[in-house]
């Protein structure tokens, strides 16, 4: 797997998907500023290389299309105050303004694309609506751990137009760490898994099956679970699509 530590990002454009997904407060004010932090050494090693940031994420769960509470333009000061630098936005993460904004962007200057998902091609992985994302930079970065998982337009399908891509390193360390976890981990092994839906998480968890000596299911997801062993769950989130009725 090839890092932001194999490339030398002078005078390219860094197309990077990072997970700005942060609570906001009802002033739309950052309450939670640690997923922008950790993706600050990714962004000031493609700076500091004499490269400029194109920066796409989305930001919570909007229905249809765009909704004030959902746009990364509430991110803008943090992301200032954490990198140092002024940075810009676009208002749409596709079309002929965010492109005359990427296309225009000079070494050491950073943009961010408005929320990904305003659009449903997002989530769909449309190749169509990825192609036009890839416009946007010379390089693709990939340093949103939290959603690698999913076969989205700005994750696995926007990095087939790219022929230089690779990890930031938050991509990097989260992967070192499932590697140790998975191969050298030390006995006895405790593994705990949250999150809301179990589809996500599944894979995971089949790995870990035969190398742990324990695992503990929490979050909404272990709602799925008791629905499946027969329990009453009443109205909490469940994916029915993934139950098995028990043979009892």
Do not use: W
Request: glycine share 8%; net charge neutral; aromatic share 8%.
């Amino acid at each position: 797997m090839k890092t932001i530590n194999d490339f030398n990002f002078s005078g390219k454009r860094a197309l990077i998907r990072v997970d700005f997904n942060v609570p906001l407060d009802k002033s739309f004010t950052v309450t939670d500023d640690n997923r922008i932090r950790s993706t600050i050494p990714t962004l000031k090693k493609i700076l500091k290389d004499g490269g400029s940031l194109v920066l796409m994420s989305h930001l919570g769960r909007p229905k249809e299309g765009p909704e004030e509470k959902y746009s990364l333009k509430h991110t803008l000061q943090t992301t200032e105050q954490l990198l140092g630098v002024p940075v810009k936005f676009a208002g749409d993460c596709i079309g002929e303004e965010a492109y005359k904004l990427s296309a225009a962007l000079k070494p050491g200057e950073v943009l961010i694309l408005e929320n990904l998902r305003f659009y449903k091609e997002e989530e769909k992985g449309d190749l169509a609506f990825a192609e036009k994302l890839s416009k946007h930079g010379d390089i693709y970065v990939n340093d949103a751990f939290g959603t690698a998982h999913r076969a989205h337009a700005s994750t696995t399908i926007v990095a087939q137009f790219f022929k230089d891509k690779c990890a930031g390193y938050v991509m990097a360390a989260e992967l070192e760490n499932a590697k140790k976890v998975l191969e050298k981990a030390d006995k006895p092994f405790t593994a705990i898994m949250g999150g809301a839906k179990i589809s996500d998480k599944i894979l995971i968890i089949e790995k870990l099956l035969d190398k742990v000596d324990h695992l503990i299911i929490g979050g909404g997801m272990a709602y799925t679970f008791f629905k499946a062993l027969g329990g009453n769950i009443g109205n909490s989130l469940v994916e029915a699509d993934k139950l098995i009725t028990p043979a009892y």
